[in-house]
């Protein structure tokens, strides 16, 4: 049983092409974080939300909690951009304990 | 701020040595975790320390794993003895307070377990 499914699990695109990755949820959730990890293994958080729509430079981090699904679009894509982006959530039911996904592996291509 | 800092970054061993991994948070962090990933099993949190107290260890994979945090400064995680299939990235990463606030991670330590 996956509490936490991302789409797709990998995924090519041109550079300048609009990208989405989204993230579905089983569990009662008190926030989603969505992280990058480059090559190199480094982790970064790009967002925590638990509502609406966040924005930060070329990233965009939405949340709908009725439907358990939130997606990271990133606008203007960059062969920087290319990471594995991994959707993670805590569930306050099991003390807060946290779910990730199984994350999606971006590769922009110049 | 440096971050947060792990070491040692590499660390290579034969099975049934002890290993401790070390881990310094952002200073005036109150929350601190450690994670292992794996090509199989992605990401798992394994415990987290909020003011220095362990408040969940349910995510520790056995008796072999041990996690202290003396100070606020510091914390360790132990495996005694240390097996193959523990061979992982594992990082730890602290946030601002106790919940629902942003991650910081450190670089990872790379262990393998020969």
């Known amino acids: 049983k996956n509490e936490v499914e991302q789409s797709p699990q990998n995924l090519t695109a041109q550079e300048g092409e609009f990208i989405t990755i989204n993230c579905s949820y089983s569990?009662?959730?008190?926030?989603l974080h969505w992280l990058q990890q480059h090559p190199g293994g480094g982790i970064v958080s790009l967002f925590m939300?638990?509502?609406g729509k966040k924005k930060h430079g070329r990233l965009i981090a939405t949340i709908n909690i009725q439907e358990k699904h939130s997606s990271l679009h990133i606008t203007a894509s960059h062969p920087r951009d290319s990471a594995v982006y991994i959707c993670a959530v805590r569930d306050p039911n099991t003390g807060n304990q946290f779910y990730f996904g199984t994350g999606t592996s971006l590769t922009v291509i110049p | 701020d440096a971050g947060v800092i792990q070491s040692p970054r590499h660390e290579v061993t034969e099975m049934g040595q002890e290993v401790t991994l070390r881990c310094k948070p952002i200073s005036g962090h109150n929350s601190l975790f450690w994670y292992r990933q794996t090509m199989m099993r992605g990401l798992e949190l394994l415990i987290y320390f909020n003011n220095n107290v362990p408040i969940d260890d349910s995510g520790m994979p056995e008796d072999r794993f041990s996690a202290k945090m003396p100070n606020a400064s510091f914390s360790t995680l132990k495996i005694q003895p240390s097996e193959p299939r523990d061979s992982a990235v594992y990082f730890c990463a602290s946030s601002p307070g106790h919940n629902n606030e942003k991650l910081f991670f450190g670089s990872g330590t790379q262990l393998s377990v020969l």
């Open positions: 569990v009662g959730i008190s926030a």
């Open positions: 939300l638990s509502s």
